[in-house]
């Protein structure tokens, strides 16, 4: 079975700061996929960054980038330089391989800035 | 190019009535996956359908149905609606082109049942 974790319920940020969001995960699949998702209150989930288990370099979208610690089952996302737009719920979710269509959500983090 | 749609936006339904959900794709997105989001249970994968046959299915229970049609539309139906049905249903569309097979969301319907 697949679970992801995110331990944060939420944080406040001040505007211009960096910002890490926690994701670990647990899957026996040698392959799978993380994603992040940012969901504002208006409801639509918004694509972030994608991170593919066999790939070698962290990857990089923007001012999002994903810390991906394979060995420690951790997927950590990035936010540099945040801004008031950036306040939103973050979603951490994985996708496993056969799984066809299905990703495997966290509880979510939800993130304030603050001027 | 259009994103993923949804209609309707917002829907008040009571207990026992049914409801049909429409997601529409973006183009050339063949997979359509269906997820419910409550705030007990976040988001739960629902089913996924690809090239009009479902592929994966969700713990859910036989009064939620989809189908998808060949323009890769899809819709959702739940029977005999009941209170915790009460949720935003969200839609996504994938290439389904492995490894990463991205999922864009579309807006969403909030269902009330009551």
């Known amino acids: 079975a697949q679970k992801i974790t995110q331990t944060q319920p939420g944080m406040f940020v001040q505007e211009k700061e960096a910002v890490t969001l926690d994701c670990t995960y647990d899957t026996s699949d040698p392959s799978y996929g993380l994603f992040w998702y940012k969901q504002p209150s208006s409801g639509e989930m918004i694509f972030l960054i994608y991170?593919?288990?066999?790939?070698?370099q962290n990857a990089t979208e923007g001012r999002y980038s994903l810390n991906f610690q394979k060995a420690r089952k951790s997927a950590n996302l990035v936010i540099s330089a945040s801004q008031l737009g950036d306040s939103a719920m973050y979603f951490c979710a994985m996708r496993g391989a056969g799984s066809w269509g299905k990703l495997q959500f966290g509880a979510g983090t939800q993130v304030v800035v603050t001027p | 190019k259009a994103g993923v749609t949804q209609t309707p936006r917002y829907l008040i339904k009571t207990r026992g009535q049914q409801v049909t959900l429409s997601c529409s794709p973006i183009?050339?997105?063949?997979?359509v996956s269906w997820y419910q989001q409550t705030p007990g249970q976040g988001l739960q994968f629902l089913f996924e359908y690809f090239s009009e046959t479902q592929r994966n299915k969700g713990n859910f229970p036989g009064r939620f149905s989809g189908r998808q049609f060949s323009n890769s539309r899809s819709e959702m139906n739940v029977s005999t609606l009941e209170l915790g049905d009460s949720a935003l249903y969200l839609c996504a569309s994938s290439l389904a082109m492995p490894p990463a097979e991205t999922q864009y969301f579309g807006p969403g319907t909030r269902l009330l049942v009551l």
């Open positions: 991170q593919g288990s066999y790939d070698q």
């Open positions: 183009s050339g997105h063949r997979s």
